[in-house]
């Protein structure tokens, strides 16, 4: 979204976001610092040549994959820590959030753990394989 990109230009790079990430923490690649500096390191590379061409900019690269990688957006536990710890009120959420949906809205591409879940949502419209009309039966002896 613009606002996300321009959180991107907003950052300070103070690496507070990263310091507060418990999945950073745990020696987990994400860096919600990185993720920022990233989105506007590319945002710079595709506008610049956008301005030197006057037409739509296509270098094979992409955000997903060529500077941010999958198991940095997996990584993510969405605890929010970025967000609070930002002295600038700017989310590097966001961006990762977006990120994962185009990955498996546009890719196709979510962990092998991910697919019975997605086959239980669009066929019970609950994470769990119980039948929508099976789902309280637990309850009947209480």
Do not use: H
């Given at each position: 979204s613009w606002k996300s990109l321009m959180d991107a230009y907003s950052c300070t790079e103070c690496g507070r976001c990263t310091a507060a990430c418990p999945a950073n923490q745990t020696g987990k690649q994400l860096s919600p610092r990185k993720i920022m500096?990233?989105?506007?390191?590319?945002?710079?590379?595709?506008?610049?040549?956008?301005d030197t061409k006057g037409t739509d900019y296509d270098d094979g690269k992409s955000l997903l994959g060529d500077y941010i990688t999958a198991e940095e957006l997996r990584a993510c536990t969405t605890c929010n820590a970025c967000v609070e710890e930002c002295p600038v009120n700017i989310s590097p959420l966001n961006i990762i959030l977006e990120l994962r949906r185009y990955q498996v809205m546009e890719q196709c591409?979510?962990?092998?753990?991910?697919?019975?879940?997605?086959?239980?949502?669009?066929?019970?419209?609950?994470?769990?394989?119980?039948?929508?009309?099976?789902?309280?039966k637990w309850a009947e002896e209480l």
């Amino acid at each position: 979204s613009w606002k996300s990109l321009m959180d991107a230009y907003s950052c300070t790079e103070c690496g507070r976001c990263t310091a507060a990430c418990p999945a950073n923490q745990t020696g987990k690649q994400l860096s919600p610092r990185k993720i920022m500096m990233d989105t506007r390191d590319r945002l710079e590379e595709v506008g610049r040549n956008i301005d030197t061409k006057g037409t739509d900019y296509d270098d094979g690269k992409s955000l997903l994959g060529d500077y941010i990688t999958a198991e940095e957006l997996r990584a993510c536990t969405t605890c929010n820590a970025c967000v609070e710890e930002c002295p600038v009120n700017i989310s590097p959420l966001n961006i990762i959030l977006e990120l994962r949906r185009y990955q498996v809205m546009e890719q196709c591409d979510a962990p092998e753990a991910w697919t019975q879940m997605f086959n239980n949502l669009e066929n019970n419209q609950a994470p769990w394989q119980f039948n929508p009309e099976d789902r309280l039966k637990w309850a009947e002896e209480l």
